[in-house]
């Protein structure tokens, strides 16, 4: 957690531009003839709302106040937190998480008794 609303507002932010970015990266991998492709471009475009929406809310905390800060930052995180779900799952509908160590490239448990002998 961060130090502050706003702070944690501003994190949500990146951390959805950076998925959707991603997202759209491998979706652009992708040919109007795939399986898929209606059904990721709808959760994309879906994301990309979703960044418009937390941008429209966080204009309007410059222009708030008091309680109406906490309000819009609160519709602007929440909007951010959607835009990182649907590109999320984009991004494993096309980039499937990993499922054993290996598939992440790390050596096998135990690897330093062998190197050390």
Known sequence: MAKSPS?????????AWWDV?????QFAKLSRADAVYSELSRLLNESAIEMQKGNYYL??????????????????LR???RAQVRAKQ????????????ADLGLKPY??????AE
């Not at 970015?21 to 990266?25: E, K, V, W």
């Not at 135990?110 to 190197?115: A, R």
Request: aromatic share 10%; hydrophobic share 35%.
């Open 90 to 101: 984009v991004l494993e509908a096309l980039v499937p998480p990993p499922e054993t160590p």
């Open 59 to 76: 204009g309007l905390v410059a222009k708030s106040q008091g309680n109406e800060v906490i309000y819009n930052q609160s519709k602007a």
């Open 7 to 15: 702070t944690v507002v501003a994190n949500a932010k990146d951390t």
């Open 79 to 81: 909007s951010f937190t």
């Open 21 to 25: 970015t991603y997202a759209n990266q």
């Open 110 to 115: 135990g690897y330093w008794e062998k190197t």
